[in-house]
């Protein structure tokens, strides 16, 4: 059975399972009833949130690659990019991003894999900080709510410390890897000789990052903040017009567990299951009921899923508007 395959088969049971332990513990039309009452004010400044972390996303991905690609293109790659990530299985969303940037923006594989790693270390970095401190500021959480933010907690910083490893000490693998290959004579084959090649263009491109200058780092630094900020934001007020009735620290809290199911590699198809876990976890851990938690956790994922599909269409029609215009010169 072929890895893709696999993948796909372990995706749909993730969604079906999840979906149906979910979906068994509430009314269906609640979702219906909650998405109806929702303002439409509410909707419109969430989409504006929305697509200003796309703004600043583009724009760190326009600062880690020189500034050689426009903000433009790649806030139309990065459109596509999220749409993709959020429907594809296992976050194998991302390689549609290095994919565009290759056949975009003639860039190699190496730039695309490099500077998409980086974009997650800072994310998960950023993210980490945020939860800490959003849990440090919450009280009167639900008995057995600290285990959830340990196991948190022990997630992201285990993810910031593989992905630095990879960053900082990514020639030392490579070298190692690299003997291993040599020594079963793996550079021989096709596929051994095509990821020793782009293993070396991907940690030459960190090498670029590391030894870039004081502004380079402060504004990826910056630019992944407001990411985040605005993110958190768009949290607050997707949860305020479903009439979630929380303080600020404790929706922002709650939501995090949203944050955490959307970067797992076990998400399902569309992250159906999977992000409204996340979400119901966290609103129960501070005190929400079980029912509420589950269907405003589908009002969400269905508000974030429209975002997502708005943006990825123009995205791709932009796209594909610009092959239209370059074949008919």
């Known amino acids: 059975m072929g890895s893709r395959l696999l993948t796909k088969i372990v995706a749909v049971l993730i969604t079906v ?4 332990l979910l979906s068994t513990q509430i009314a269906p ?8 009452n929702i303002n439409p004010v509410y ?3 969430g989409f504006i949130l929305y697509t200003g972390t796309y703004v600043f996303r583009a724009w760190r991905f326009h600062i880690l690659l020189n500034k ?13 990019h999220n749409m993709m990530n959020n429907l594809l299985p296992a976050r194998t969303g991302e390689l549609s991003y290095i994919y565009l940037l290759k056949t975009r923006q003639k860039k190699t594989t190496g730039e695309g894999l490099a500077t998409l790693i980086i974009a997650r270390i800072f994310d998960f970095m950023v993210i980490s900080f945020f939860f ?15 285990i959830l933010v340990v196991t948190g907690v022990l997630f992201l910083l285990f993810m910031v410390f593989l992905l630095l490893g990879v960053l900082f000490y990514g020639n030392v693998l490579l070298k190692i890897f690299e003997k291993f290959a040599y020594s079963i004579n793996f550079k021989n084959f096709r596929a051994g000789d095509y990821i020793l090649n782009k293993g070396k ?38 949860a305020v017009s479903m009439n979630i009735q929380l303080d600020a620290v404790q ?11 959307s970067v797992l590699p076990i998400q399902g198809i569309g992250g159906f299951g999977t992000m409204e876990g996340g979400w119901a976890l966290g609103f129960v851990a501070v005190g929400v009921t079980k029912e509420v938690a589950i269907y405003t956790g589908f009002g969400f994922h269905l508000i974030i899923l429209l975002y997502t599909l708005l943006l990825g269409t123009i995205g791709y029609l932009a796209i594909h508007s610009e092959d239209t215009i370059k074949k008919s010169l």
């Open 68 to 80: 050689e690609v426009s903000i433009k293109d790649l806030f139309f790659i990065t459109c596509v």
């Open 251 to 261: 929706i922002l809290f709650a939501s995090s567990f949203a944050v955490f199911s």
């Open 29 to 36: 039309e609640d979702i219906i009833i909650t998405l109806k």
């Open 132 to 146: 800490l401190v959003l849990f440090l500021s919450i009280d009167n959480l639900i008995p057995g709510a600290v």
């Open 43 to 45: 909707l419109v400044s």
């Open 201 to 238: 263009d991907t940690f030459q491109c960190f090498e670029k990052f590391k030894n870039g200058s004081m502004n380079l780092h402060l504004s990826v630094i910056f630019l992944s903040i407001g990411i985040w900020v605005l993110s958190y934001a768009l949290f607050y007020v997707i």
């Open 17 to 20: 399972v999840l979906l149906l």
